[in-house]
Structure formats: C-alpha cells, structure tokens
C-alpha cells in the first residue's frame, strides 16, 4: 500500500505561482514511477507530468511544458510541481499519483497506469 498526500494548492492570480507537493508513506517511494493529473469541473482527469523512479526522465503535457516542473526527492518521500506562469485554464483538482508497474514517460501519461491516488488539492487561478 502506498499512502499519498498533496498538499500546496491554492488561490493564485494568473500569472502567479504554486509548488504542489505530494508526500507518500507505507511503501518504498523509490519504486514509485510518479505521476500529477488534474482535473477540471465537468471534464475528465488529464495528465500533466511524470517522473521516472530515479528521477532521470521527466514528461509534461503540451499545455504545461515550459510553465509546470515535475521534480522529487526520494529521501523525503515527496514529488513536487513547481507552477509558474498560472492561467485561469490551470483551474482543477490536482492529484498526484504512483505506479508500481512502469516507469517510461510514454506509459506513465495514462490514468490507467497508476495504482495509488492522492484525495486532490484544488488549484484556482483568477484571470
């Protein structure tokens, strides 16, 4: 079992900035391929970026790369999403989530493949 806790969201004016973090506990956060969704009122969970086990290799969604930083630290258990340049369509739910099974960018950007959600932290921008 692996226990996920994000925390760091917020209010924020467009053009702000927020770190999300999401700590874990129960199992080794090593073996996590680690992954940030959001979603949206009345659209589906979307993927905004990953991390491999290791930390070598990151991923991010078109509507984020160049804005959003996926980083983690394993000898704090925790991933972060280091989010600059805010706008109002940033407005969601953000989860953070761990897969146990992969641990390639391109398989890590399907819902499907993670085994452990956090309950979300809201992120509003005002515009």
């Known amino acids: 079992q692996v226990q996920l806790d994000e925390s760091g969201g917020g209010l924020v004016q467009a053009g702000g900035s927020l770190r999300l973090s999401c700590a874990a506990s129960?199992?080794?956060?090593?073996?996590?391929?680690m992954g940030w969704f959001r979603q949206a009122p009345g659209r589906e969970r979307e993927f905004v970026a990953a991390?491999?086990?290791?930390?070598?290799?990151?991923g991010y969604a078109d509507s984020v790369k160049g804005r959003f930083t996926i980083s983690r630290d394993n000898h704090k258990n925790t991933v972060y999403l280091q989010m600059n340049s805010l706008i109002a369509e940033d407005t969601a739910v953000y989860y953070c989530?761990?897969?146990?099974?992969?641990?390639?960018?391109?398989?890590?950007?399907?819902?499907?493949?993670?085994?452990?959600w956090g309950q979300g932290t809201q992120v509003t921008v005002s515009s």
């Open positions: 991390i491999t086990r290791s930390g070598g290799s990151t």
């Open positions: 989530a761990c897969t146990l099974l992969f641990n390639t960018i391109a398989t890590m950007e399907r819902a499907s493949a993670y085994n452990y």
């Open positions: 129960g199992r080794t956060f090593a073996t996590c391929g």
